[in-house]
């Protein structure tokens, strides 16, 4: 084969590779719509169905609750409209934005689990040589990108937690550099420093209800969500522990009783993908008594009236 014609295949493989790449990224977006369309149940999400604008209203009213810009200043003439205040609404709205993503990777690893599990029953439907070992490569590569998923997601649901201490960070103590400080902390010094401090947060639901969560190790509170998220990052990648691994696991566990390892053990695919949507139906349940507990704070909403 001459040098032309070697480089033109080259550059064919190349072509289509690419070619699958750009397929596989822009049909992901419509496949996830597609996926979660036919769940039967509705999936977690911040607002209700037919919403009607309601929840952006309020997060635009709380952004100005907190001291962000106003939609409309009346102004004498001659007089100058103060300098804005962008960082609340970009604190809510970067709230949003990862609640958004941990969905998008709750979504995913429910697609991978179902589609794995359809490709471990079919293999058939795959369109591979007639031969047992490439098919279970193929359906053990598939099975290992569910638990991938899991674990993005796993991280991306605490993330959220913690972008809303960031935002409860600001407007109880004003603090906007939140490099260290976690939702946990955050929390933490709310309840010693401002709850007996205020009768009406102290007796809120939406307070109770938050701080509950917090300190709850069940599976949906955050305490095992903080166990299950550590384990990810710290110690083991999610995966089935098979029995050649359990001395690692228990091991690697040792200092918890028996009955906090098996709830850090990871589970079926079916099942983590149970325990993923029960913590991202309690981030999205809580999220408006968060924003109540905003509402709370004493108000910076700039002046309307500039003379």
């Excluded at 359990?246 to 850090?264: G, M, T, Y």
Aim: proline fraction near 6%.
């Amino acid at each position: 084969m001459s040098n032309s014609a070697a480089e033109a295949e080259a550059n064919n493989r190349i072509l289509t590779v690419l070619s699958h790449a750009v397929s596989h990224v822009s049909n992901e977006a419509l496949i996830l719509l597609q996926f979660e369309a036919i769940q039967k149940e509705p999936f977690p999400q911040l607002w209700p169905p037919g919403d009607n604008g309601q929840f952006s209203k309020r997060m635009d009213r709380v952004a100005e609750h907190l001291g962000g810009p106003l939609d409309a200043y009346l102004v004498r003439e001659g007089g100058q409209v103060p300098p804005a205040d962008h960082y609340p609404p970009a604190a809510l709205h970067e709230a949003v934005a990862v609640f958004a993503r941990a969905r998008k990777s709750v979504l995913r690893a429910l697609m991978f689990s179902a589609g794995s599990q359809l490709l471990a029953e079919n293999p058939d439907l795959m369109d591979l040589p007639d031969d047992p070992a490439v098919t279970s490569a193929f359906v053990s590569q598939s099975q290992s990108a569910f638990w991938e998923h899991a674990e993005a997601a796993y991280i991306r649901l605490y993330s959220f937690w913690d972008r809303v201490g960031q935002v409860l960070d600001f407007a109880f103590f004003n603090i906007r550099k939140f490099d260290q400080n976690g939702f946990n902390s955050v929390m933490d010094r709310i309840h010693v420093n401002a709850v007996p401090m205020d009768g009406r947060l102290r007796g809120s639901g939406s307070w109770k209800r938050l701080r509950a969560f917090q300190c709850s190790e069940k599976e949906d509170g955050l305490k095992w969500l903080l166990q299950r998220r550590n384990l990810i990052i710290h110690c083991l990648h999610l995966h089935p522990i098979e029995p050649v691994q359990e001395d690692v696991f228990n091991s690697q566990f040792n200092h918890l009783d028996v009955a906090h390892r098996e709830k850090l053990r990871p589970r079926s695919p079916r099942d983590e993908v149970d325990l993923l949507v029960g913590q991202l139906d309690r981030a999205a349940g809580l999220f408006s008594g968060f924003l109540t507990i905003l509402e709370m704070t004493p108000s910076r909403k700039p002046e309307r009236f500039i003379g």
